[in-house]
């Protein structure tokens, strides 16, 4: 189970935009510096936050339902109408799948060379197996291209 992301104790990505190559090549240097005692040495206020939610039975309760009433009910509907939207602009394929998997990630069902369209072509970016992070996207208008 990942605590960090149910408790919300997890931090913001970082996105940076360098001028060429050369300066990312600086810039990634620097940040791998700074990152390695950070994973080498990790706070403990994550720690404490977990152990003192669970360790309260009250707190627990408390904490499993907002689980299961605002993250997975979250996820099942946006799964739902992911496929939804999907199957009204494509309708020739099944897409249970999306429906039928669970958890934040889901596999798509594209191919390596669907895949390689959508980040070509598209600026998609998804792995190669066609995994998506799915738990954010239906939260916003979005286009599907196939």
Not at 2 to 25: G, M, P, W
Not at 77 to 106: A, D, P, Y
Request: glycine share 4%.
């Amino acid at each position: 189970m990942a605590f960090s992301l149910f408790l919300s104790i997890c931090r913001s990505r970082l996105l940076l935009v360098c001028e060429d190559e050369k300066q990312a090549v600086v810039v990634k240097s620097q940040l791998q510096q700074l990152a390695r005692p950070m994973y080498s040495n990790p706070p403990v206020h994550g720690a404490f936050i977990v152990s003192t939610i669970l360790g309260d039975p009250d707190l627990k309760k408390l904490w499993l339902k907002h689980v299961e009433e605002g993250m997975a009910d979250r996820i099942i509907g946006m799964r739902t109408s992911l496929r939804e939207n999907i199957e009204k602009l494509v309708s020739l394929l099944s897409w249970e799948h999306i429906t039928n998997q669970i958890g934040m990630f889901c596999y798509s069902g594209m191919t390596t060379e669907q895949v390689d369209i959508l980040t070509k072509e598209f600026h998609i970016y998804i792995v190669v197996a066609g995994h998506a992070y799915c738990s954010n996207c239906c939260s916003w208008p979005c286009l599907l291209f196939f």
